[in-house]
Nanobody, 129 residues
C-alpha cells in the first residue's frame, strides 16, 4: 500500500504562489514510486473533487485541467519519491483542500477519481478574497 503525504498548503494572498509537495512511501517490492502515475486534485466545500493535473511515470507527459493550465505546474523527483505542484497567480476560487493521488502504471481517464487507487489526506490552501 502506498502512503501519500501532502504538505505546503497554507494561506496566501491573491496573486501569490505556493508549492505543494506529496511524498510517497510504502510501495510494495518491485513497485517503486517511479512506476506510479501521479496526480493532483482539489475539493472545495460542497463541491466534487476536481482533477487538476497528472504526470506520467517518467514525467515526460503531463495533462492539465483548463482551470489551472498556465498557472500550475506539476513535477516529480523519482529519486525523492515526491511530486510537486507549483501554484502561481492564485485566486480566491483556488481555495480548497488539495490531494495527491497515485496509480500504478497508467491511468485511462485522468479526470475520474475512480481511476486513482491511492490518495493522500489533503492539505488546505486558502486564498482570501
Amino acid at each position: 500500500q502506498v502512503q501519500l503525504v501532502e504538505s505546503g498548503g497554507g494561506l496566501v494572498q491573491a496573486g501569490g504562489s505556493l508549492k505543494l509537495s506529496c511524498a510517497a512511501s510504502g510501495a510494495a517490492s518491485g513497485r517503486s514510486f517511479s512506476r506510479y502515475v501521479m496526480g493532483w486534485f482539489r475539493q472545495a466545500p460542497g463541491m466534487e473533487r476536481e482533477f487538476l493535473v497528472g504526470i506520467t511515470v517518467t514525467g515526460s507527459h503531463t495533462n492539465y485541467a483548463d482551470s489551472v493550465k498556465g498557472r500550475f505546474t506539476i513535477s516529480r523527483d523519482n529519486a525523492k519519491n515526491t511530486v510537486y505542484l507549483q501554484m502561481n497567480s492564485l485566486k480566491p476560487e483556488d481555495t480548497a483542500v488539495y490531494y495527491c493521488a497515485a496509480e500504478l502504471g497508467t491511468v485511462a481517464l485522468w479526470e475520474r477519481t475512480s481511476s486513482w487507487t491511492h490518495w493522500g489526506q489533503g492539505t488546505q490552501v486558502t486564498v482570501p478574497s
